[in-house]
Structures are given as structure tokens and as C-alpha cells.
């Protein structure tokens, strides 16, 4: 199959440990950069070599309706210093629910969490929201 429009950005679910842990609102920092050194070779004099010194990843930030207490948990767990990394997927899927992309963060932990804020005169939904550092992002 040809895909000829591009993914929807609002189809995605997320697991963690293998099970699905749907509900999550917005994911991001889904990137990464590698940091490159200018070198100059000698004798040539119109640009500049470039060379690829290290990639970094971002933090990738995860917010939903405030539900289960998972997100907390996990983050007091690391406050109490018993840091369990995991492995967290963001799967993007087509428009028929099948799975398109898959990115892997393998031993992401949180390094904090947030429970929104409460607002008396909106009928917005409660949020909490957890930024995860990892050790790398993959495609699969």
C-alpha cells in the first residue's frame, strides 16, 4: 500500500513495559541532533569540512488527563532513589489503527512531573504532565 497522504499527528499511542498506555494528550521532544566541529583543512580555502561529534537526544515529554497514579508513581519512585529505567514506544498509527511508525526510547526514567493547573471557572480536564530523560530514541 502507497501511502499518499501524510500520518495524522493526534493518532499515536504509547506503551511502556509492553502495555498500552493510552490516554496520553501530547508527546514531545521526539528529536535528536548531532553536534558537528568545523575543521579547516589546509590549502582549501572556499569551506569548511564538517565532523560529526557526538548526538544528543531531547528530553521527551508526555501529558495526559490525570487518571492512574502510574506517572507519579514512577517519578516518586526515582525522588526515593530507586531509579527503574523502561523502555517507553510513541506509535503512530495510520487511519485505519494499523501501526506506521514506531520510536523507542530505551531506559527512559522521569526526571519530573507536573499536575497542571486548576483552574474553578474553566471545565477543562485535570493534566499531569512527565519529562523522561533516555538513553537514545530508534526507529523500528
Request: aromatic share 10%; hydrophobic share 40%.
Amino acid at each position: 500500500m502507497t501511502v499518499t497522504d501524510p500520518f495524522r499527528s493526534f493518532r499515536f499511542r504509547i506503551e511502556a513495559l509492553g502495555l498500552d498506555r493510552g490516554g496520553v494528550q501530547s508527546v514531545s521532544g521526539i528529536e535528536r541532533m548531532t553536534e558537528v566541529e568545523p575543521y579547516r583543512e589546509g590549502g582549501v580555502n572556499d569551506f569548511e569540512h564538517q565532523l560529526a561529534v557526538k548526538t544528543t537526544q531531547s528530553t521527551l515529554t508526555l501529558k495526559r488527563g490525570l487518571l492512574d497514579p502510574w506517572f507519579w508513581d514512577w517519578h516518586e519512585d526515582v525522588v526515593t532513589g530507586n531509579i527503574e529505567r523502561k523502555t517507553i514506544s510513541i506509535i503512530l498509527v495510520d487511519q485505519t489503527g494499523a501501526e506506521a511508525w514506531r520510536w523507542v526510547c530505551d531506559g527512559a526514567f522521569p526526571i519530573k512531573w507536573s499536575g497542571g493547573d486548576f483552574d474553578a471557572s474553566t471545565n477543562a480536564v485535570a493534566a499531569e504532565t512527565i519529562e523522561l530523560v533516555h538513553h537514545g530514541l530508534t526507529r523500528q
